[in-house]
C-alpha cells in the first residue's frame, strides 16, 4: 500500500486526498487550519473519506513515501524548508505549488541538505473537474520514477525533464495566457456592462472566435475563475512576474494581471459577496452588483 502524506488541505489537497484514498493508497493530510476554529469541520471532511488528519507536520510525514506540497504560492518555500528537516531517506517531497523557477529550485536545495528527495510538479489545469486526471509534469532526476507511480494511484503523470524549475517555466509562461485571458475577460465585460453594450462586445468576439464560446458558457468560467479563486491566483502570478524577471523581462501585463485577479475577490468581500452565495455563477448578475449604480 502506498503511504502518502498532503500537505495543505484546500481544494487542490481535498481531492488529491479523497481520490487517492479511494484508489487504495493510506493518505494523511496536515494543514495549519488543523490548529484553528476550522480544525474540527475539516478533520470530519477527512474523516469521511478514509483520510487521517495528523496532528502535526512531523506526525504526517511518518512512514509516508510520497509527500505532496498543495500550499498557497506564498507559503510553498517556507513549507519545503520545514519538511526538508523532518523527511528520511525514500521519502519525495513533491511540490505541486504554482512558483517560478527559481522558487523550485530553493526548495530542492532546502530539501538537499536532507535526507529525502525533491522533485518539481506542475500542474497543467485546474484540479476539479479532472481531478486525478489533471495534466501533471514532473521535473528531477527520479521523475521516470514517480511519474510510474502516480500513473499507477490513477494520475495522470509525466516526466518532463530531469532538471527542477523546468516544468515550473512551462507552468508559469502558461499562466500568463491563462490568468491574462480571465483577467481581460474580467476588464472587457465589466466595461461593456457598465457601457450597455456587453452584448455587442460579445457577439464581436464571437464572430472573431466563433469557436470558443464567448456566445455561451465561456465568459462565466473565466470571470467564475477569478471571483473563486483570484487571491491563490494574484500570489501566483506574483511569482510568474518573478518568473519573467529573472530572465531579464519587465513583465508589465503581469504585474496588472496579478491586479486584477486580487481585485475582483477583493470588491466582492468589500460587497459582503461570498462566492458560494453566487452559484450558479452569472457574470452579467455579479458584475451588476459591484457597479457603482447598485
Known sequence: MTKIAIIGFGEAGRIYAEDL??????????????????????????GQWRVRAAHSLAQAL??????????????????????????RQGQTLLDFNSVAPDTKRAAAQAVAQG???YLDVAVMAPVPPKRLGTPL????????????????LGCQAHAASEEIGTVSAIKMCRSVMIKGLEALTTECLAAAQRYGVEEAVLNSLHTSFPSLGWNDALPDYLISRVAEHGVRRAEEMQEVVKTLQDVGLEAPLSRAIRQVQAELPAQL???????QDLVPFSWRTVLAKLSPKC
Open 137 to 152: 509534469l514532473i521535473g528531477g532526476g527520479q521523475a521516470l520514477i514517480i511519474a510510474a507511480q502516480l500513473t499507477a
Open 115 to 117: 535526507e529525502g528527495s
Open 269 to 275: 468581500k468589500s460587497h459582503q459577496l461570498q462566492y
Open 21 to 46: 484514498a479511494s484508489q487504495g493508497a493510506q493518505v494523511t493530510v496536515w494543514d495549519n487550519k488543523f490548529l484553528s476554529a476550522e480544525a474540527d469541520q475539516l478533520k470530519a471532511m477527512a
Open 62 to 87: 511518518e512512514g509516508a513515501t510520497l509527500v505532496f506540497s498543495l500550499v498557497t504560492a506564498a507559503n510553498a518555500l517556507q513549507v519545503a524548508q520545514q519538511a526538508a528537516a523532518l523527511l
